[in-house]
């Protein structure tokens, strides 16, 4: 792990940045005296930290090096897997590895892969090595799948923006002309559910899985979509539930990236400078600030423990609310 500072085995962690408050509501969620603490550090781009119950630990995706990092309270950082994202031979840009990444109703680590241009499961318990859920949409290649939610019902949402391809949208290679929202059903068919945003990034599931959330990382219109999922798993017109251009007003401009629910449906959702919590009636109630652009969150530990993935830094937040995990 050239470059990388762990922090394992001792009492305390650093700490970084403070807890802005805009709405009392957010009390109930963060106590007063919450730290971000710095985990480890010394990452290129860290993203997509996601929970593993089975096991207790922590995996998160450090993108242009094409390597999944493994974390454990006990044993600190050790490298999980690489390459993550991209088996080729030949260069492949400056961001070819893992980045969105979750668990299953299987308990299989699923990754969105930027170099393999692919969704893939991997078991975590000794079946055998990696599946492709998807790599195409009527015989063209994804750009570069960014995000994925796992749905209950054995299904996958997930985004593909241009980001991890060698010239992003100017790619020769690319085969598709959108950057689109799709659906992995349980059958495997895939469908496309979006096809208007400009650069799709985070995605995420309400509690009730009745709502779809997807964050639109252009700083031009730089907004959180919801769209109502449907019995048959495809979705309806979508609404603007938060306009990032509102956050101006607080001297803070940016797009959204990943995102996570909590069990009282608010949206935890990186963006300039750390991670903003938004109340599900779209009221902005705070703001970690990490003071570094910041890729991802995910819950963890006892699902009260926020995870995030900051620019070189893999840090956590304690909290009081419940997240969706």
Partial sequence: MPGASVYAQTAHFPTIGKVTRYDARLDKLIGKDASVEVLASGFVWSEGPVWVKDGSFLLFSDVPRNTIYKWTEKEGLTPFMKPSGYTGVAPYGDEPGSNGLTIDAKGRLISCEHGDRRVAALPLTGQGGKRTLADNFQGKRFNSPNDVVAHSNGSYYFTDP???????????????????????APSG??????????????????????????????????????????????????????????????????????????????????????????????????????????ANCGWGDDGSTLYITADMYLCRIRTTARGVF
Wanted: proline share 9%; no cysteine.
């Fill in 189 to 294: 068919e895939v469908s496309l559910l979006v096809n208007d945003l400009t650069r799709p990034n985070g995605i995420a599931l309400s509690p009730d899985e009745k709502t779809l959330y997807v964050a639109q990382s252009d700083v031009n219109r730089p907004v959180i979509m919801a769209y109502p999922v449907k019995a048959d798993g495809s979705i309806g017109a979508g609404n603007v539930f938060y306009d990032m251009k509102a956050l101006e007003k607080y001297g803070l401009k940016g797009a959204p990236d990943g995102l996570k629910t909590d069990k009282e449906g608010n949206i935890w959702t990186s963006g300039p400078r750390g991670v903003f919590i938004i109340a599900p009636d779209g009221t902005l109630l705070g703001h970690i600030d990490i003071g570094e652009n910041t």
């Fill in 162 to 184: 241009p980001y991890g391809m060698p010239l992003k949208e100017n790619d020769p290679t690319r085969e598709t002309p959108l950057f689109g929202v799709y659906r992995i």
